[in-house]
């Protein structure tokens, strides 16, 4: 049986509690992380976009549907309620159920806007796009 | 049997006498302890990747950071004497493997078929060739690179690496706390932890006989104060750092380095092109993390450099002397360095800078080891030199003005012009082993280096704005630092004027120059003493200022006192690199032209490296020497000038970490706040992030986009193809524009503008009105918003 010397059980021992670091880590971290109420994790967010931003200068007709981008990057899945209004009249509305990660292009409807400024946005947010309607 | 050589000797073993089999055996066993370590990277890098743990880079990124440059060491056949000295060295030099590697192989890749060389396929042959060639070369050289870089440094000191790794871990979860909830609690007793431990290591290294671990206790508090900022927010933390990634993610998306057609100098370094992409293809690093940990921890060797520098200094002294105090020493490098702006704030988020200053601080280190051979150490020095070229432009020429300047003052010394008389120099290399390690040929090469890479094979334009600058003004001698907060119509004023004449294609919208700006005040911390803010701010003035008159002091002492009373102490090459560091902090401090490109804060730290040495030898040659015959006044004055340096050390590293901020109110820094304007400035958050991708990725040339000064930082880590406009003052924003607003500008309402090159600034409060009125919202996630 080898024998052991004090310096050669220290480096044993030394190599084994960085090997019980690097393969314990992701329990170690999370654990900590919990402890102490902290995160790196992405800030999470939804965004709504338009799919042709220069519509914003050349303006949508009148029945043409505009084309809004929805993300969701708030960690879950979630059920949206998008709204379409103009001075604050209701337009439209409707509902999109989306995955965390996933995007989803949303066509809102313009029939029955008049010309000026549509604003689609998320319920309960503060998140929205604007697009000018021009008469058809 | 034994190999001499020109620095130590080497133990090996005779060769095996008998059979193919014993003879393989026996050569293995030459490159065990490098074989060993290879083996243990590669299986727990693949380990690691089995459970999807977030540290499978680790073990990678270890090797490649540090056996290529124990490979050179040992080729060389040369290492400082400390353990500290040739893990800071080993790293430096595997920077310069990996830059040369990865230049090379994008160079010559696209000329043989190879069109993407810097992807994962070809990194890893090439790697795994350098690893075949590394185990070769050391069993035919008899000499394991690993081996030869451990040999006599025994195990580590255990209670060193679990302070320091505590350190550290407190430091990430704080951060992690901050980020998450805002709670600066825990952030706040890691960073006490850190100075406390920094002040506790003065302390305790005070007696000369100090066992305490300082070179790790150094390393592992300036690493957690470093990850404190560094890891600050959704993504990288600073402002030039932005703007660095943008480039490293062109080159890690285009699998190959290329000379950029704009001359673009971000674009021109390889420590941001190639030295990240190589490590993401051979380990999986995150470009993100690249930035985020191992540039910090790089940095973090820097003090280490300049600390195992300092305390060798004495080797050269055969009578009298003993090395300076460790805690000495230690006290220098936390005043000078550690609680430098550059060091705490700066260089973190200034990655290409922050790694060639490292690199300068090893450099430096390799001019003072004795140890090595003279020979070996102009040969390091020479590579050196060579990686800092591609690493940095500004250091790379600061260097090479650094040489030509310390080779001739160090030649008027030698020759007896400046103050030493000839004869006792010439005593003196008779008398010790004293040397001059700077000589024509580096002087040369480092200017060959620094106009060869930069202006000769990529012509970039790093030069060109500072050299016109200085010929249409001047120098400019006035106090280098004042900027000033102008009201924001005046400030208005002075930018629309420039911009009609940088930015004649903006269309101003029909009546924006009648929006009313009223002006916004900066979120600061009140402090928990704010009475006594008026007292802290003079006391740290005086200290500040303070440490330049003991650089000052420091060099006139070795000239005139140190030099002519023991020239042995003093050699040609510290009087040099002394009087040339005390010329460059001065002319940068001073002058409003070179400051306005080059942070005189980031050129004190160069002062600060090259006379940390004559800084400690006259603190130490004035501390009275402790003997068995003191009497009770001596002891009375020992203690007292031990108490009052530990004071000056402790004002400026309170002041330097932001606890300062935090006691009697003011700007803290991001790492220890949660809505302070630096965050605001330089916190970058997800969906801040996101809505730059989303503008790379829908907004094309010849479209504008406009952001306002600290807004645009983001956009400048996904660059699109779009022109970048830099405000968003109503008069000044193109009615065609495409105008960011960062969450800043829009959840806290407030906006900033510079005019003047930064000279003159002011907060204004965001005029969303404005916009809301002339714009549509095309993008939008709540705290940012995109108007069209």
Redesign the interface.
């Given at each position: 049986m080898p024998r052991f010397n004090g310096?050669v059980a220290?480096?044993l021992l030394?190599s084994l509690a960085v090997?019980a670091v690097?393969?314990g880590?992701?329990p170690i971290?999370h654990a900590?992380?919990r402890a102490?109420?902290?995160?790196?994790?992405?800030?999470?967010?939804?965004?709504?976009?338009?799919r042709s931003?220069?519509q914003?200068?050349s303006g949508v007709k009148q029945g043409v549907p505009v084309r809004v981008e929805l993300?969701n990057?708030s960690g879950r899945t979630r059920i949206y309620e998008w709204r379409a209004t103009q001075a604050g009249a209701l337009i439209d509305v409707g509902l999109e159920k989306l995955a965390n990660g996933r995007s989803e292009t949303i066509l809102v409807p313009t029939n029955h806007a008049a010309s000026g400024?549509l604003r689609v946005s998320l319920a309960g947010?503060?998140?929205?796009?604007?697009?000018?309607i021009l008469k058809s | 049997m034994t190999t001499s050589d020109s620095d130590t000797r080497v133990r090996v073993t005779p060769l095996a006498p008998h059979g193919p089999l014993a003879t393989a055996r026996e050569i293995g066993s030459r490159v065990a302890p490098t074989g060993i370590w290879l083996s243990a990277a590669l299986i727990s890098s693949v380990a690691l990747a089995a459970i999807h743990s977030p540290l499978t880079p680790l073990p990678g990124v270890v090797t490649i950071l540090f056996v290529p440059g124990a490979a050179v060491m040992s080729i060389l056949r040369t290492r400082p004497a400390s353990s500290a000295g040739r893990a800071v060295l080993a790293v430096c030099l595997s920077m310069l493997v990996v830059m040369v590697v990865g230049g090379t192989a994008s160079l010559l890749g696209p000329h043989i078929g190879i069109s993407r060389p810097l992807d994962t396929a070809t990194e890893s042959v090439i790697w795994a060739l350098i690893a075949l060639g590394v185990l070769a070369i050391g069993a035919a050289e008899r000499r394991d690179p690993v081996a030869w870089i451990f040999e006599g440094a025994g195990t580590p000191n255990i209670i060193g690496v679990v302070t320091s790794s505590l350190l550290v871990l407190i430091s990430i979860l704080g951060v992690a706390e901050l980020n998450h909830t805002g709670d600066i609690h825990l952030a706040v007793f890691g960073t006490i932890l850190d100075v406390g431990v920094l002040l506790a290591g003065i302390a305790g290294g005070w007696d000369r006989e100090s066992r305490w671990p300082l070179s790790i206790l150094l390393f592992g508090a300036s690493l957690a104060l470093l990850l404190s900022t560094s890891l600050r927010g959704g993504h990288l933390y600073g402002s030039d750092v932005q703007r660095e990634f943008g480039v490293a993610w062109s080159t890690v998306h285009a699998g190959v380095w290329r000379i950029p057609a704009d001359h673009d100098p971000y674009a021109s370094m390889l420590s941001l092109t190639v030295l990240p992409a190589v490590l993401r293809s051979v380990t999986k690093l995150r470009l993100t993390a690249f930035f985020e940990l191992v540039v910090p921890a790089i940095l973090a060797l820097l003090p280490v450099a300049v600390f195992t520098s300092v305390r060798s200094v004495p080797r050269w002294v055969t009578s009298g002397r003993t090395a300076p105090r460790p805690g000495l020493a230690l006290g220098v490098v936390t005043g000078i360095i550690v609680s430098s702006v550059a060091f705490s704030s700066d260089l973190v988020s200034i990655t290409r800078q922050a790694m060639a200053t490292t690199m300068l601080a090893a450099l430096v280190m390799v001019l003072f080891d004795r140890s090595m051979s003279k020979r070996s150490s102009q040969i390091v020095i020479g590579l050196l030199i060579l990686a800092i070229s591609f690493t940095h432009y500004t250091t790379s020429y600061l260097l090479a003005a650094v040489l030509v300047c310390a080779w001739l003052v160090s030649l008027l010394w030698e020759r007896g012009s400046l103050v030493v008389p000839r004869g006792e120099v010439e005593r003196h290399r008779k008398s010790v082993s004293s040397r001059r390690m700077l000589n024509g040929t580096l002087v040369i090469l480092a200017v060959v280096a620094a106009f060869g890479w930069n202006l000769g094979i990529t012509r970039n334009s790093a030069l060109s704005a500072p050299s016109g600058a200085v010929a249409t003004n001047g120098v400019g001698i006035v106090a280098s630092t004042n900027t000033s907060l102008l009201p924001p119509d005046q400030l208005e004023h002075l930018l629309v004027g420039e911009l009609r004449q940088s930015a004649k294609y903006i269309v101003p919208v029909p009546g924006s120059t009648l929006v009313h700006l009223t002006t916004a005040a900066a979120p600061a911390t009140r402090g928990i003493a704010s009475s006594l803010t008026g007292f802290w701010n003079k006391l740290n003035l005086i200290v500040t200022e303070g440490i330049w008159v003991v650089l000052g002091v420091a060099l006139l002492y070795g000239i005139f006192r140190l030099g002519r009373r023991r020239s042995y102490a003093f050699t040609s090459d510290l009087v040099g690199l002394g009087v040339t560091g005390l010329i460059l902090g001065g002319l940068l401090r001073t002058s409003g032209t070179l400051a306005s490109f080059y942070d005189p804060e980031r050129a004190a730290i160069i002062t600060a490296i090259l006379l940390a040495t004559p800084a400690t030898m006259l603190l130490d040659d004035f501390l009275p020497r402790r003997t068995s015959s003191m009497r009770t006044k001596e002891t009375w004055l020992a203690r007292a000038s031990f108490i009052v340096g530990f004071l000056y050390v402790a004002v400026l590293v309170i002041e330097a970490t932001g606890l300062g901020a935090l006691l009697v109110g003011g700007e803290a820094p991001g790492s220890l706040s949660a809505s302070d304007v630096n965050v605001d400035d330089f916190a970058v958050s997800t969906p801040e992030v996101a809505t730059a991708a989303w503008l790379r990725s829908n907004v094309k040339y010849p479209n504008i986009v406009q952001a306002d000064y600290h807004g645009g930082l983001v956009l400048l880590s996904q660059p699109g193809s779009y022109d970048l406009v830099g405000e968003i003052m109503p008069a000044g924003v193109d009615r065609g524009a495409y105008i960011y607003l960062s969450h800043f500008n829009l959840v806290d309402g407030i906006s900033q503008a510079d005019a003047n090159g930064g000279g003159s600034w002011t907060l204004y409060h965001s005029t969303l009105g404005f916009f809301n009125r002339y714009f549509y919202v095309v993008y939008s996630t709540g705290t940012t918003r995109v108007y069209h």
């Amino acid at each position: 049986m080898p024998r052991f010397n004090g310096r050669v059980a220290r480096r044993l021992l030394l190599s084994l509690a960085v090997a019980a670091v690097l393969f314990g880590f992701t329990p170690i971290s999370h654990a900590l992380l919990r402890a102490v109420n902290g995160s790196f994790a992405p800030t999470p967010y939804t965004s709504l976009a338009l799919r042709s931003p220069s519509q914003a200068e050349s303006g949508v007709k009148q029945g043409v549907p505009v084309r809004v981008e929805l993300t969701n990057r708030s960690g879950r899945t979630r059920i949206y309620e998008w709204r379409a209004t103009q001075a604050g009249a209701l337009i439209d509305v409707g509902l999109e159920k989306l995955a965390n990660g996933r995007s989803e292009t949303i066509l809102v409807p313009t029939n029955h806007a008049a010309s000026g400024n549509l604003r689609v946005s998320l319920a309960g947010t503060d998140v929205y796009v604007a697009v000018p309607i021009l008469k058809s | 049997m034994t190999t001499s050589d020109s620095d130590t000797r080497v133990r090996v073993t005779p060769l095996a006498p008998h059979g193919p089999l014993a003879t393989a055996r026996e050569i293995g066993s030459r490159v065990a302890p490098t074989g060993i370590w290879l083996s243990a990277a590669l299986i727990s890098s693949v380990a690691l990747a089995a459970i999807h743990s977030p540290l499978t880079p680790l073990p990678g990124v270890v090797t490649i950071l540090f056996v290529p440059g124990a490979a050179v060491m040992s080729i060389l056949r040369t290492r400082p004497a400390s353990s500290a000295g040739r893990a800071v060295l080993a790293v430096c030099l595997s920077m310069l493997v990996v830059m040369v590697v990865g230049g090379t192989a994008s160079l010559l890749g696209p000329h043989i078929g190879i069109s993407r060389p810097l992807d994962t396929a070809t990194e890893s042959v090439i790697w795994a060739l350098i690893a075949l060639g590394v185990l070769a070369i050391g069993a035919a050289e008899r000499r394991d690179p690993v081996a030869w870089i451990f040999e006599g440094a025994g195990t580590p000191n255990i209670i060193g690496v679990v302070t320091s790794s505590l350190l550290v871990l407190i430091s990430i979860l704080g951060v992690a706390e901050l980020n998450h909830t805002g709670d600066i609690h825990l952030a706040v007793f890691g960073t006490i932890l850190d100075v406390g431990v920094l002040l506790a290591g003065i302390a305790g290294g005070w007696d000369r006989e100090s066992r305490w671990p300082l070179s790790i206790l150094l390393f592992g508090a300036s690493l957690a104060l470093l990850l404190s900022t560094s890891l600050r927010g959704g993504h990288l933390y600073g402002s030039d750092v932005q703007r660095e990634f943008g480039v490293a993610w062109s080159t890690v998306h285009a699998g190959v380095w290329r000379i950029p057609a704009d001359h673009d100098p971000y674009a021109s370094m390889l420590s941001l092109t190639v030295l990240p992409a190589v490590l993401r293809s051979v380990t999986k690093l995150r470009l993100t993390a690249f930035f985020e940990l191992v540039v910090p921890a790089i940095l973090a060797l820097l003090p280490v450099a300049v600390f195992t520098s300092v305390r060798s200094v004495p080797r050269w002294v055969t009578s009298g002397r003993t090395a300076p105090r460790p805690g000495l020493a230690l006290g220098v490098v936390t005043g000078i360095i550690v609680s430098s702006v550059a060091f705490s704030s700066d260089l973190v988020s200034i990655t290409r800078q922050a790694m060639a200053t490292t690199m300068l601080a090893a450099l430096v280190m390799v001019l003072f080891d004795r140890s090595m051979s003279k020979r070996s150490s102009q040969i390091v020095i020479g590579l050196l030199i060579l990686a800092i070229s591609f690493t940095h432009y500004t250091t790379s020429y600061l260097l090479a003005a650094v040489l030509v300047c310390a080779w001739l003052v160090s030649l008027l010394w030698e020759r007896g012009s400046l103050v030493v008389p000839r004869g006792e120099v010439e005593r003196h290399r008779k008398s010790v082993s004293s040397r001059r390690m700077l000589n024509g040929t580096l002087v040369i090469l480092a200017v060959v280096a620094a106009f060869g890479w930069n202006l000769g094979i990529t012509r970039n334009s790093a030069l060109s704005a500072p050299s016109g600058a200085v010929a249409t003004n001047g120098v400019g001698i006035v106090a280098s630092t004042n900027t000033s907060l102008l009201p924001p119509d005046q400030l208005e004023h002075l930018l629309v004027g420039e911009l009609r004449q940088s930015a004649k294609y903006i269309v101003p919208v029909p009546g924006s120059t009648l929006v009313h700006l009223t002006t916004a005040a900066a979120p600061a911390t009140r402090g928990i003493a704010s009475s006594l803010t008026g007292f802290w701010n003079k006391l740290n003035l005086i200290v500040t200022e303070g440490i330049w008159v003991v650089l000052g002091v420091a060099l006139l002492y070795g000239i005139f006192r140190l030099g002519r009373r023991r020239s042995y102490a003093f050699t040609s090459d510290l009087v040099g690199l002394g009087v040339t560091g005390l010329i460059l902090g001065g002319l940068l401090r001073t002058s409003g032209t070179l400051a306005s490109f080059y942070d005189p804060e980031r050129a004190a730290i160069i002062t600060a490296i090259l006379l940390a040495t004559p800084a400690t030898m006259l603190l130490d040659d004035f501390l009275p020497r402790r003997t068995s015959s003191m009497r009770t006044k001596e002891t009375w004055l020992a203690r007292a000038s031990f108490i009052v340096g530990f004071l000056y050390v402790a004002v400026l590293v309170i002041e330097a970490t932001g606890l300062g901020a935090l006691l009697v109110g003011g700007e803290a820094p991001g790492s220890l706040s949660a809505s302070d304007v630096n965050v605001d400035d330089f916190a970058v958050s997800t969906p801040e992030v996101a809505t730059a991708a989303w503008l790379r990725s829908n907004v094309k040339y010849p479209n504008i986009v406009q952001a306002d000064y600290h807004g645009g930082l983001v956009l400048l880590s996904q660059p699109g193809s779009y022109d970048l406009v830099g405000e968003i003052m109503p008069a000044g924003v193109d009615r065609g524009a495409y105008i960011y607003l960062s969450h800043f500008n829009l959840v806290d309402g407030i906006s900033q503008a510079d005019a003047n090159g930064g000279g003159s600034w002011t907060l204004y409060h965001s005029t969303l009105g404005f916009f809301n009125r002339y714009f549509y919202v095309v993008y939008s996630t709540g705290t940012t918003r995109v108007y069209h």
